[in-house]
């Protein structure tokens, strides 16, 4: 006698192969799939290749009160020469009248700096502020120092004047020289720059004031201070800021 499956049982097979034709036709073989888009090297965007680039330096040349227009050039070509920066002259602005000193003899210089840097226009990485009125760094509530010029280190403001470098009515070309010394020694202190003990006529040297020790500076960086300019705008990272405020 034929053993006969249950009705039920028969009814589950079907039902199981066709579960499995579907399950054959939804999921085939790994080989036989089409690939996902998520794995297409067509559909992964390649990572662009991150090159140290060298910094553009952009410095405004600022004016501030009437200052000939030969000393804005000699700024300008001086920080071209030795630091390759791209200058711009700004039209020229009075001192900023709270930048007085408390005699009202002298413009603070780092107040001057201050104002600059908030004010900088955009599309600048420094400002250099020129001037032929006499600054000064602070020293008391009642006191203070005449000097050439201020800069704060890794800083993006700067200000020089000319009002001492003329003081013993040098010949124009000693002036300009004099001049040019106080610009790139001011912008190196922008660029991070200490003041220099490797070598006695680098033009980082501290001259505390002394006309004498401007007059014998050369207008050029030492090995070593070179050598750090040329890591800072060869790098893709800022370096470490300080906040040393710098008169020459
Ligand atoms: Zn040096
Ligand atoms: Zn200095």
Same mark, same amino acid.
């Given at each position: ?7 039920s049982?028969? %009814?589950?097979?079907i039902?199981?192969?066709?579960f ?6 939804? #999921?085939?073989?790994?080989? $036989?799939r089409?690939? &996902?888009?998520a794995?297409t090297?067509a559909?992964?965007?390649a990572?662009?290749?991150v ?8 410095v ?6 009437q ?6 050039t000699?700024?300008?070509? !001086?920080?071209?020469?030795? #630091? ?5 002259q700004?039209a020229p602005?009075d $001192?900023?009248? %709270?930048?007085?000193?408390h005699? *009202? ?5 780092a107040d ?5 840097? !908030?004010?900088?226009e955009?599309?600048?990485t420094h400002?250099?502020?020129?001037t032929?009125? /006499?600054?000064s760094?602070q ?5 203070d ?6 800069a ?8 020089i004047s000319t009002?001492r470098?003329?003081? /013993? ?6 002036? $300009? =020289?004099r001049?040019?010394k106080?610009?790139? *020694? ?6 991070g720059l200490? *003041?220099? %003990?490797h070598s ?5 040297r501290?001259?505390?004031g002394n006309?004498? !020790? $401007?007059? %014998?500076?050369e207008? =050029?960086?030492c090995?070593?201070?070179a050598?750090?300019? &040329?890591n800072?705008? *060869?790098s893709?990272? !800022?370096?470490t &800021? ?5 008169? #020459?």
């Amino acid at each position: 006698m034929k053993q006969i499956l249950p009705k039920s049982l028969a %009814t589950l097979g079907i039902i199981l192969l066709a579960f499995g034709l579907w399950l054959g036709l939804a #999921y085939p073989p790994a080989e $036989l799939r089409a690939p &996902s888009k998520a794995v297409t090297t067509a559909n992964v965007k390649a990572t662009p290749q991150v090159t140290p680039q060298p910094k553009t330096i952009v410095v405004g040349i600022q004016p501030l009160g009437q200052v000939p227009q030969q000393y804005l050039t000699a700024t300008a070509e !001086a920080l071209h020469d030795l #630091y390759g920066a791209t200058t711009r002259q700004l039209a020229p602005r009075d $001192l900023p009248q %709270t930048t007085w000193n408390h005699a *009202h003899t002298r413009y603070r210089a780092a107040d001057i700096v201050r104002r600059l840097e !908030a004010d900088k226009e955009v599309g600048l990485t420094h400002v250099m502020g020129v001037t032929e009125a /006499d600054i000064s760094t602070q020293i008391s509530l009642t006191s203070d120092w005449g000097v050439f010029g201020l800069a704060q280190r890794n800083s993006s403001g700067a200000v020089i004047s000319t009002f001492r470098i003329k003081l /013993d009515n040098p010949p124009p070309t000693l002036f $300009l =020289a004099r001049l040019r010394k106080v610009v790139l *020694h001011e912008f190196g202190h922008n660029l991070g720059l200490d *003041h220099c %003990t490797h070598s006695p006529t680098c033009l980082m040297r501290s001259t505390e004031g002394n006309m004498q !020790a $401007l007059d %014998t500076a050369e207008a =050029a960086l030492c090995d070593k201070c070179a050598a750090q300019i &040329s890591n800072r705008t *060869h790098s893709s990272t !800022a370096t470490t &800021s300080t906040t040393t405020l710098t008169n #020459y």
